[in-house]
């Protein structure tokens, strides 16, 4: 089965740096992924690790280590159009010609005051 | 990057009726499509992997036969909620991998009265 667990919400100020994170436990693992969502809208792409290690893209960072099934996303110098929810999701390992499949957390629920 | 669309964006429908839902890679070809289901402030739910030419595979819980998942062609898959409950009201996203990338459609909020 799947698990996937990350803070239910979090709050923090305009220019401040928040950092979301996401433990996970996986019947396979084939790269973890980091989604904004906006309320009523689609999940837009943030970031892709599959090694250990930092992912830096921008004002946003994504760090991976697989042996501790953990994972964070970090946001900088945070607007308020940050606000949204984070959702982490990890893909399992493909079988025969079926691609791995995504699955995801709950979602944090990132507010930023000004 | 890879653009997916939807349609309806919307639907409203009585009980016992049914909806078809249609997702479309508009710049590539997917010959795998994810079905997701999102229920208010829950996180996106996996209903099934639509293979293009063969036939869906879904995850565990979700009834194969009210949620039919047709791949007829490389650029569209369809989901059709048959005999629709108010139960059944959610948002449905579906998505399509590209590369290391998966990409999704903009949602289909579904309400059953």
């Known amino acids: ?114 | 990057g890879a653009v997916v669309s939807q349609h309806p964006s919307w639907v409203i429908c009585k009980s016992g009726t049914s909806v078809k839902i249609e997702c479309r890679s508009l710049d590539f070809q997917a010959t795998t499509m994810f079905w997701y289901r999102q229920f208010p402030k829950q996180s996106l739910m996996l209903m099934a992997t639509s293979n293009e030419g063969s036939k869906a595979t879904y995850e565990q819980g979700v009834e194969k036969d009210k949620f039919l998942i047709n791949h007829a062609s490389l650029t569209l898959s369809t989901l059709t909620v048959t005999s629709a409950h108010p139960e059944d009201s959610s948002f449905y996203i579906c998505s399509a991998r590209v590369s290391v990338e998966q990409f999704f459609g903009p949602g289909t909020r579904l309400t059953v009265l």
């Open chain 1, 1 to 114: 089965g799947q698990n996937i667990d990350q803070p239910t919400e979090m709050t923090a100020t305009e220019g401040a740096i928040v950092q979301i994170n996401c433990t996970y436990q996986t019947s396979g693992f084939n790269g973890l992924f980091w989604y904004q969502q906006h309320a009523g809208e689609a999940p837009t792409f943030l970031s892709y690790n599959v090694l250990d290690g930092l992912e830096e893209k921008g004002r946003f960072s994504s760090f991976l280590s697989r042996s501790k099934g953990y994972s964070y996303l970090l946001l900088k110098e945070l607007q308020m159009k940050d606000s949204a929810s984070y959702l982490c999701a990890v893909r399992d390992t493909p079988r025969g010609s079926t691609l791995g499949r995504l699955y995801f957390g709950r979602g944090t629920q990132l507010t930023v005051w000004p």
